[in-house]
């Protein structure tokens, strides 16, 4: 029987049967390129935090020399972001797309390390492309797009590096775990949120020495080094923690929780606040340490979900962008067997 000219030919079936073949590659390379288009499409906007604070902090370090700017700068993020203002000086084109250039390659770092955790734990077979959503689906979340790529921060960089401990936990390679996890804290105090659960992990699993601890304040003496050096006085390096832990009074900041039922008088509920938020993971945390649960790899991310979801409810003064670092471990959380977690399920619904 003759063939018609709309009949599928050879040539087509190869292609056809390449790209199946070759599918995973294929995602990996247009959910990349759809999600650098998006951000390109996004990336004029200029927010306030950009306008009045990080605009102005570049032009003020580019006009007295880059590097040697950060001596007499005044800001209220920590150094080594100050560090990367520093070095974009030098570098062409407008501080806007500078800026969130920044941002967006570490959204891709992000995503990229979501995508092996998942492949990590799950351990899925060749043709799966369970790893590879987890990888999509990260780069549209839209607190990590609007944060990068159309309000200019920076909150992906930490939480990257939050991502990048998690994973180093996960291969049990704990000096890099807590490099990792102090890079993270020399960004910004709020990956203190995580902290608790290394804690935990110490008593609990017994498979590191506390002396890895001590990783996190070299870290963070390491990084602050060349702004002493360059003259600025060790005070002002420090004084954005201090910024950052008194530097909101009101109890509900853009996001609901506990808070929002409360009148907002942050002097007389902050300290009982921060106290309850303790008492809430200790209790979390005893009840797997006397329920003798087993903890494996799955249930690890299990344990840093829900350890940023109570701190974030429990905890005043919460902005919404605090959240992000959920947003991404949830996304793992959805990658994972439910059968494996119904233990520690268990154990939430008791408190």
Not at 113 to 125: A, F
Not at 154 to 181: H, N, R, W
């Amino acid at each position: 029987m003759k063939q018609s000219i709309l009949d599928i030919g050879h040539f087509e079936r190869k292609v056809i049967y390449f790209v199946q073949k070759n599918y995973q590659l294929f995602f990996f390379i247009i959910i990349t390129i759809l999600a650098l288009l998006m951000r390109n499409n996004l990336r004029y906007f200029q927010s306030g935090d950009y306008v009045y604070s990080l605009k102005p902090w570049t032009d003020y370090l580019e006009a007295h020399g880059g590097f040697l700017g950060l001596k007499s700068l005044e800001s209220n993020y920590n150094m080594p972001y100050l560090y990367i203002l520093a070095f974009i000086t030098y570098l062409p084109s407008s501080t806007l797309a500078k800026i969130k250039l920044v941002s967006i390659i570490f959204d891709f770092i992000t995503a990229f390390l979501v995508m092996i955790i998942v492949k990590k734990l799950i351990k899925p077979s060749k043709s799966s492309l369970i790893p590879y959503l987890a990888y999509a689906i990260t780069l549209f979340i839209p607190t990590l797009v609007l944060n990068g790529t159309v309000w200019g921060q920076c909150d992906i960089i930490y939480t990257c590096f939050i991502l990048l401990s998690i994973y180093f936990f996960l291969e049990k390679k704990y000096v890099g775990t807590f490099i990792a996890y102090g890079i993270a804290l020399a960004f910004k105090l709020q990956a203190i949120f995580v902290l608790p659960v290394y804690i935990f992990m110490y008593f609990k699993e017994k498979k590191f020495s506390i002396l890895n601890f001590l990783w996190i304040p070299i870290v963070d003496f390491i990084l602050y080094i060349p702004a002493w050096i360059l003259g600025k006085p060790l005070a002002e390096i420090f004084d954005p923690y201090l910024m950052q832990i008194g530097q909101y009074k009101s109890l509900v900041l853009n996001f609901s929780n506990l808070y929002s039922l409360l009148p907002d008088n942050y002097d007389f509920f902050a300290t009982a606040g921060l106290f309850l938020s303790v008492s809430v993971l200790m209790m979390f945390y005893s009840l797997l340490i006397k329920n003798n649960i087993k903890i494996d790899e799955k249930n690890y991310i299990t344990i840093f979900l829900i350890t940023i979801m109570l701190c974030v409810y429990f905890l005043p003064s919460i902005r919404t962008i605090y959240v992000c670092r959920r947003c991404y471990i949830s996304n793992i959380f959805i990658s994972l067997s439910k059968q494996d977690l119904r233990s520690i399920y268990y154990l939430v619904y008791q408190l």
